[in-house]
């Protein structure tokens, strides 16, 4: 039906469906949508004569879940990809996808890119349109583009609880909390522990409301349900869990660490330990990785990076115990991830070039993970070398710097328009990287 149609016809009868959709999903009184359809406004919020005003006690009684964290991400990605794209796009990122769209504007640089693993394609275009009927975004009726409305800005500060039918959300048996998919990990264990994971949860929204950011920028619910299945007792079992790094260890690693060690106390539990055989075997590993962790086949100055005697004081941190007072179980066999590898092999006096060729990757993806390694809360030496990567005159530079220090570096494309366009993206990639992330305006 849709291939007979035009290209205007298309959008028209894509929009008509959209909107029957957006009708047929609704929570709220049939009467009001329909009215306002014609441009009349319905003064009650019941009419108590279609079906879901006199819905029956078994539909009002079914279960219904908290997504306000699942809100808070998608509304954030809407904002930070400059409310120019649709509900595909920004559903894309949330999953990190390398699709050529994303990659053009840089969005696999957000702080948002790959953080909605949890729900799938269609749940994310579910609970998208439940923040639609909400009145949280608005969307273009001719180019689909999706905008915050005020609205938004109460369910970032915890204002307003955004709430999806369990059934309809596919979810029926288990809550939002456990629907992602399990890892690679055969041992993982099927259940976490809900009675932890609210503990960890409160904990969460204290440290949340205390920084003045939403719930998800310190911890994801898979974070949260990992902690909860694992039971860490140690910073080095701290760090194995998703989305922990070095500065949410040094953050936030011995107060959830005490809460679960308290908790594992009153009720004899212990720390769950993952097979290292499985979390490291060679066969998951790279080839770059793999030489990088063979013993035998270790070059000296990479023997020496790893040795603990001549380690850096962050990742003596990481691998000691002593000043946290949390007991170490996993000794020096915890995999760094790759940004963290790439990151401190750059700060030894590796070179953009060399770490190239050991990986065998182009340079955006270097520069990637540097700035992946800088967002952690590290610092980047040497910036001679990414300088000497520039193109563009010394003055025109500075012209870059001083829009970062305006417009901060997480979002290029803002940097990119204020220049005139005149400035490529592959030297923006660069300079953001030799500009102090403390010198910028940018909000978390």
């Keep these: 039906m849709f291939n007979d149609k035009n290209e205007q016809e298309k959008q028209i009868a894509n929009r008509q469906l ?15 949508p329909l009215l306002k359809y014609f441009g009349e406004n319905y003064p009650m919020q019941h009419c108590n004569m279609c079906d879901i005003c006199i819905e029956s006690k078994e539909k009002k009684n079914r279960k219904k879940i908290d997504i306000s964290i699942a809100a808070q991400k998608f509304l954030s990605c809407v904002k930070r990809t400059g409310e120019m794209f649709g509900q595909a796009h920004i559903i894309r990122v949330l999953h990190g996808s390398r699709d050529k769209k994303i990659l053009k504007f840089s969005h696999d640089s957000l702080s948002t890119y790959g953080i909605g693993k949890e729900y799938s394609r269609k749940q994310w275009h579910y609970m998208s349109r439940i923040f639609l009927q909400m009145e949280l975004m608005t969307k273009d009726t001719e180019y689909g583009s999706l905008k915050l409305t005020p609205k938004a800005w109460s369910v970032f500060k915890g204002e307003e609880k955004v709430f999806a039918d369990a059934e309809s959300l596919g979810n029926e048996a288990r809550d939002s909390r456990n629907i992602y998919q399990k890892s690679s990990i055969s041992s993982q264990p099927a259940d976490y522990d809900a009675t932890l994971f609210e503990l960890l ?50 953050k936030f690693g011995n107060t959830v660490l005490q809460i679960i060690i308290d908790y594992c106390k009153i009720n004899g539990l212990k720390e769950i330990i993952q097979p290292a055989q499985e979390r490291f075997t060679a066969t998951q590993l790279t080839q770059p990785a793999q030489k990088r962790f063979a013993a035998t086949q270790l070059t000296q100055p990479a023997q020496k990076r790893f040795a603990a005697t001549q380690l850096t004081q962050p990742a003596q941190k990481r691998f000691t115990s002593s000043e946290s007072g949390f007991p170490s179980t996993f000794g020096g066999s915890i995999k760094p991830k790759r940004h963290t590898i790439v990151g401190e092999a750059y700060n030894n006096g590796k070179s953009i070039h060399y770490l190239m060729e050991e990986y065998n990757v182009k340079q955006q993806t270097i520069l990637n993970h540097l700035y992946k390694y800088r967002q952690e809360g590290n610092k980047i030496l040497n910036r001679k070398d990414l300088i000497s990567l520039s193109n ?53």
């Design 18 to 32: 959209n909107d029957m959709i957006h009708y047929a999903e609704s929570f709220s009184c049939r009467r009001i």
């Design 201 to 250: 949860r409160k904990k969460r929204k204290e440290l949340a409301d205390d920084m003045g950011v939403p719930p998800y920028v310190i911890f994801s619910d898979k974070t949260l349900t990992e902690l909860a299945t694992w039971r860490p007792h140690s910073r080095e079992g701290f760090l194995t869990i998703h989305g922990i790094g070095e500065t949410k260890l040094e």
């Design 392 to 444: 563009i005159s010394s003055a025109k530079q500075e012209e870059v710097f001083n829009q970062f220090k305006t417009l901060g570096t997480e979002m290029l494309s803002p940097v990119f328009e204020a220049l005139d366009k005149e400035v490529p993206y592959e030297e923006l990639h660069i300079l953001r990287l030799c500009i102090e992330p403390g010198d910028c305006l940018e909000q978390t």
